[in-house]
């Protein structure tokens, strides 16, 4: 659930310090290791050097790994293991009992290749102005089959991924198409040319016809210099919760009190996915940077030392998102994580007072923060959840529990509230204030005022 501009090979991201340097210590079966990069040996009786080793994140070391995942179900299977990092919370035990069986579990699903037609202006304004929508027939499937042979190839496929290809029908959208207010009120958002980013038409596995929710839903929004959708920031207006429960009382289907409780409590900007069914909102995040991730969700659920493991996840999210029905096609996941991978922030704010304001938040930033936020991204090693104390049923729960959360990055920070990782505390300041009521997190509460200012004009620069 995943552009702005990239130079190959590193992002505006690498800096001094590497991202995430402090993940945990590798389990003992260790990580699967990078495909070979090449053979760098030179031929008998040759006098030319060997070519160097890949540059580890880089676009042609993310490429040499293309192989391991499409071709090597052995190699699929030792990356999943490698990349959990409690292999016994639900997440990890329902992919190690379903993932990697070769002729069994999830591996022997249908592979789904569906149909596909984006919401664009004219299929928006046939639900708004309720007339039958475009129809289906003669669409072709939404993969050509064929494998792309460049990084840019990789990532123009995995951008359609990212905008087009279905997770799963959720019909209770098709009232936010038809209905334009109702749909602005949940966070369903029109691009400036008309077109709904993260909802499409799709042709089911039971040959009906339905809206369906993309990757793009959760992590494309508006700029709101009004330039259009920007792949990647989290919509924190979508209210996941009310488009339910909004549903539910429309059909007058009858619903327990506690999934009222539930998806009334999430808000916008939150939605809670965890198999456990348990009420753990979760703030949705933006996806930039993560080729330098070492650690994937809030909760650290999985080490991303290969691109294998973000791969690998969203696959095992496709599965699981379409009720085990199907499985998607494995060349499409590998180009949505190379384009995952791909993704940039926008530029940062302009700074535009004194040096020696900015000078200072740095320095109150490496001496206060800069322990856990430790990488060029601003985020870092798992901390306990007995060190960071902000509520603890994620970071301890059955379902992803690893004992702690990964430190929130800090890219383009001040345009990512609300905070924590259940986005708890409404702005910046807040979460500096001495005052605070929501538990947990204190660091950088102890400061004197001007110190506080200074940290703050340090954060918004990034």
């Given at each position: 659930m995943l552009g702005a501009p990239m130079v190959h090979g590193a992002t505006r991201l690498e800096r001094p310090a590497m991202w995430l340097v402090g993940a945990l210590a590798l389990l003992a079966c260790g990580t699967p290791e990078a495909p070979p990069p090449r053979d760098t040996t030179p031929a008998a009786?040759?006098?030319?050097?060997?070519?160097?080793?890949?540059?580890?994140?880089?676009?042609?070391?993310?490429?040499?790994?293309?192989?391991?995942?499409?071709?090597?179900?052995?190699?699929?299977?030792?990356?999943?293991?490698?990349?959990?990092?409690?292999?016994?919370?639900?997440?990890?035990?329902?992919?190690?009992?379903?993932?990697?069986?070769?002729?069994?579990?999830?591996d022997a699903l249908p592979e789904w290749n569906p149909r596909v037609r984006p919401i664009d202006a004219a299929t928006a304004a046939a639900f708004s102005e309720g007339r039958v929508a475009p129809s289906m027939e003669g669409r072709a499937p939404f993969w050509d089959g064929v494998?792309?042979?460049?990084?840019?190839?990789?990532?123009?496929?995995?951008?359609?991924?990212?905008?087009?290809?279905?997770?799963?029908?959720?019909?209770y959208w098709e009232r936010a198409l038809r209905e334009p207010e109702y749909g602005d009120a949940l966070g369903v958002e029109r691009a400036p040319d008309g077109a709904v980013p993260g909802l499409v038409l799709v042709r089911d596995v039971d040959g009906t016809t339905g809206t369906a929710i993309t990757c793009a839903l959760c992590h494309t929004a508006l700029d709101p210099s009004g330039a259009g959708p920007v792949p990647g920031r989290a919509r924190r207006r979508l209210d996941y919760g009310r488009a339910r429960l909004d549903a539910y009382t429309a059909r007058g289907a009858p619903l327990d009190p506690r999934s009222v409780a539930r998806w009334t409590s999430w808000g916008p900007g939150r939605a809670d996915v965890l198999e456990d069914v348990a009420?753990?909102?979760?703030?949705?995040?933006?996806?930039?940077?993560?080729?330098?991730?070492?650690?994937?969700?809030?909760?650290?659920?999985?080490?991303?030392?290969?691109?294998?493991?973000?791969?690998?996840?969203?696959?095992?999210?496709?599965?699981q998102a379409n009720h085990l029905r199907t499985r998607p096609p494995r060349v499409l996941m590998w180009?949505?994580?190379?384009?995952?991978?791909?993704?940039?922030?926008p530029p940062p704010r302009a700074f535009e007072g004194p040096t020696a304001a900015l000078e200072q938040g740095a320095r109150v930033f490496a001496s206060t923060c800069g322990r856990c936020h430790s990488n060029a991204a601003g985020s870092g090693a798992l901390v306990p959840i007995e060190e960071i104390g902000t509520d603890p049923e994620l970071a301890t729960g059955r379902a992803r529990g690893t004992g702690?959360?990964?430190?929130?990055?800090?890219?383009?920070?001040?345009?990512?509230?609300?905070y924590l990782h259940h986005g708890a505390v409404p702005t910046l300041e807040a979460l500096l204030d001495p005052a605070r009521v929501e538990p947990g997190h204190r660091f950088g509460m102890e400061l004197d005022e001007a110190e506080r200012g200074a940290l703050l004009t340090f954060l918004r620069t990034r």
């Open positions: 009786g040759s006098d030319a050097p060997p070519d160097p080793p890949l540059r580890p994140w880089s676009d042609e070391w993310i490429d040499a790994h293309a192989g391991a995942y499409l071709d090597d179900p052995g190699a699929r299977r030792v990356a999943l293991e490698a990349s959990l990092t409690n292999a016994h919370n639900l997440y990890s035990e329902t992919r190690l009992a379903a993932y990697g069986q070769r002729t069994r579990g999830w494998r792309p042979t460049t990084h840019e190839g990789w990532i123009a496929l995995g951008a359609r991924v990212f905008a087009e290809l279905p997770l799963r029908t959720e019909p009420d753990v909102p979760i703030a949705i995040p933006d996806l930039w940077g993560l080729r330098h991730q070492r650690l994937l969700t809030q909760a650290g659920t999985l080490r991303h030392d290969t691109p294998l493991a973000l791969a690998i996840r969203q696959e095992t999210q496709y599965v180009a949505l994580t190379v384009y995952l991978e791909s993704l940039a922030p702690g959360y990964r430190p929130s990055p800090l890219v383009r920070v001040a345009d990512a509230a609300p």
